[in-house]
């Protein structure tokens, strides 16, 4: 499927020479890329590869989107950062947006999922210290398998073993109970308060999105937020991945019917430029000045990016697209899983953000297919150990969808046979 486009001048590209200078993080694919349009991405040698992976859920709108690059070629011209010494109208402007159309009556705005999520935990231990009266250690809850950043405290409150493997000491006043398991809950929450130490808040992704792809059960989530009523604790959310409409709709605790009082955004708010932001309600919002800030954080240039993004979701009525285009790719993926019972075992995901699940006895692992894939000229990525997940952007069309599960399908056969 992969088409050879005008390759660009000089399309050498050196994978050895990146290797010497830049550290050693990531496990990369063979593949530079280079340019995007849409849905789309080229390689250094023209190659084209349709994007089911955004940028891992962050390129909203695509790439090179008209409004985007309009309003940040515009804004670019103007004012592109001053301090948060001074007001900035467009930040201003975001977190009225964002305010009006959730639950939150106030944003704090940061670069990045970690520091969003690291602000809340700062908001949920003040919160503890002073609003539940929590003297020495207020403990944040979170779940098994969750994903909540790669900084010390948000790499502590991913509740993944492998990710703390080298790391320790951990950050203090964090405990893990298992997803989707109320009777767990209440049990860690009173045997805590009883014997400390006591719990200030519980951090939970509306969708387990790193974790493989995992939905929340909105009864559940329901009995969380009766907990954290009954006992005083904040109930957080970490939208980094399913907000801003990834979900279908606009919030992933809207799938769940609940509010939450604290929640984080960050990947799809700036679709590809840095942003993040920590929204809380009236109850939750205990800073005062000087008790957190970023120098960053909420410029007039990335906010330009979210306002922009904001409007465009609204005008272009994507989160109808995102329902349908989920709803097209999972009947396509169901019946992919049909034809491989032996080695499939399910699609699960809302809107789009969508897991292909392997059997747990498979012979193949979830990179197996995504490399078969990347040879048929699409992208995707793992999620958890089992799972293939599927992030498209949310302007992904009709015709790109049928696209891609045809490239699944060669991809599959390949693998399985
Ligand atoms: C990606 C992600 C983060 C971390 O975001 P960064 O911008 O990489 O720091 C946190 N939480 C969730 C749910 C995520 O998917």
């Known amino acids: 499927m992969s088409q050879t486009l005008v ?87 975001l977190a009225a947006w964002l305010t009006k159309n959730s639950c939150a009556e106030s944003v704090f705005f940061c670069n990045s999922g970690a520091e969003a999520n690291e602000g809340a935990i700062k908001l949920a231990r ?85 974790g493989g792809v995992n939905p929340g059960n909105a009864e559940y989530f329901k009995q969380v937020r009766q907990l954290c009523d009954e006992t005083g604790m904040l109930l957080m959310m970490d939208e980094v991945q399913v907000g801003m409409g990834r979900s279908g709709k606009l919030w992933g605790h809207q799938q769940l019917e609940i509010e939450p009082d604290v929640f984080t955004l960050a990947k799809g708010l700036g679709g590809g430029f840095p942003i993040g ?43 109808e697209n995102v329902r349908e285009r989920g709803e097209q790719l999972r009947a396509g993926l169901a019946e992919l899983v049909a034809k491989y019972p032996a080695h499939l075992a399910g699609v699960r995901g809302w809107g789009l953000i969508n897991g292909l699940v392997l059997q747990p006895d498979a012979a193949k692992a979830p990179i197996d297919i995504v490399k078969a894939a990347l040879e048929e000229g699409l992208l995707l990525v793992p999620a958890g150990a089992s799972v293939v997940r599927y992030v498209p952007p949310l302007v992904v069309s009709d015709s790109e969808v049928n696209g891609a599960l045809a490239m699944t399908a060669l991809a599959l056969e390949k693998v399985f046979g």
């Open 7 to 93: 390759s660009p001048a000089n399309a050498v590209f050196d994978a050895a020479a990146f290797d010497e200078s830049v550290m050693y993080t990531y496990g990369r694919f063979p593949l530079a890329l280079e340019r995007g349009q849409g849905c789309v991405v080229w390689d250094t040698e023209g190659m084209a590869y349709l994007d089911f992976v955004a940028g891992i859920a962050t390129c909203t709108l695509g790439h090179s989107h008209p409004a985007l690059v309009e309003a940040v070629t515009d804004q670019v011209s103007k004012l592109q950062h001053v301090s948060n010494l001074y007001y900035i109208p467009l930040q201003g402007e």
């Open 277 to 319: 932001a920590l929204l809380c309600n009236s109850k939750a919002d205990v800073f005062q000045p000087g008790d957190h800030a970023s120098t960053f954080g909420g410029n007039p240039f990335v906010c330009r990016v979210g306002v922009t993004i904001a409007q465009t979701l609204e005008q272009e009525n994507l989160l």
């Open 126 to 210: 003040k919160y503890g210290h002073t609003k539940l009266g929590i003297e020495g250690m207020p403990t944040i809850l979170t779940a098994n398998a969750s994903f909540h950043g790669r900084t010390l405290a948000t790499v502590t409150a991913t509740g993944q073993p492998k990710y703390h493997k080298g790391f320790k000491p951990m950050v203090q006043g964090f405990d893990y109970v298992p997803y989707n398991d109320i009777e767990a809950l209440k049990m860690k929450v009173a045997s805590l308060n009883a014997y400390g130490p006591k719990v200030a808040a519980i951090l939970l992704e509306p969708l387990q999105g790193e």
